[in-house]
């Protein structure tokens, strides 16, 4: 069964970019059958995705963040990767990494990033 | 960008009862839709994709149907475990995708 961890700092300052990590267990994150992606959600609100990569490393961001993301993938340590650049207390979520075939059929538990002086 | 529009925000039903959730997208999506519930506290979970095909292990109480721009989430009877709130996604230039802004489904 695939499962999804998110890790990374709770806390970051304005301006400053947000990193977290996604590490892949139960399955090969070279599959060619799912791409991985990162998906927050805005205490109270609803579900916003910030972009999706292939193991290849093929990028595919949404166009509203796509001057500040970053996404990166690392097969060899089982992981992918979202830096956020210049944040601000709008950016203040849970952050979600997922994997897909048809749909997001695999998530993380989440983790809140907070944007906080 | 593909809009998604869900109503109605909050739908309030007794259990054992239907429920009918909606979903309409500004631009045709074919039948790239998924739909997805959400308890507090934990991450979504994929019932439907495909706009009408069951996830593993999604009971057959959940339905969904539609193609284009219009789509539908039916949940037969409710249990007491699907009040939650639900939202839809399209995939049409997958891997990207947007969701809709959610049904709250809760107890009348």
């Known amino acids: 069964q695939l499962q999804l961890q998110e890790s990374g700092p709770g806390l970051v300052k304005p301006s400053e970019t947000l990193s977290l990590t996604c590490t892949v267990s139960?399955?090969?994150?070279?599959?060619?059958?799912?791409?991985w992606g990162w998906i927050r959600q805005p205490p109270g609100k609803g579900l916003e995705w910030i972009g999706s990569i292939f193991y290849s490393g093929s990028t595919y961001y949404n166009p509203s963040l796509e001057s500040r993301v970053t996404i990166s993938v690392d097969t060899s340590k089982k992981q992918f990767s979202l830096k956020l650049s210049s944040v601000t207390a709008a950016d203040t979520a849970v952050y979600y990494c997922?994997?897909?075939?048809?749909?997001?059929?695999?998530w993380g538990q989440g983790t809140l990033v907070t944007v906080s002086s | 960008e593909i809009v998604m529009t869900q109503s109605p925000a909050t739908l309030s039903v007794s259990p054992g009862e239907r429920a009918t959730l909606s979903c309409r997208a500004s631009q045709s999506v074919s039948s790239n839709l998924a739909w997805y519930q959400q308890k507090p506290g934990q991450a979504p979970r994929l019932l439907i994709h495909?706009?009408?095909t069951r996830a593993t292990g999604i009971p057959a109480r959940f339905s969904g149907s539609g193609s284009g721009t219009e789509f539908t989430l039916t949940i037969s009877s409710l249990q007491s475990e699907d009040f939650a709130v639900y939202y839809c996604q399209q995939y049409n230039n997958w891997p990207r995708g947007t969701f809709g802004q959610g049904t709250k489904v809760e107890i009348k």
């Open positions: 139960g399955g090969s994150i070279s599959s060619i059958s799912y791409y």
């Open positions: 997922a994997g897909t075939t048809s749909g997001w059929g695999y």
């Open positions: 495909g706009a009408s």
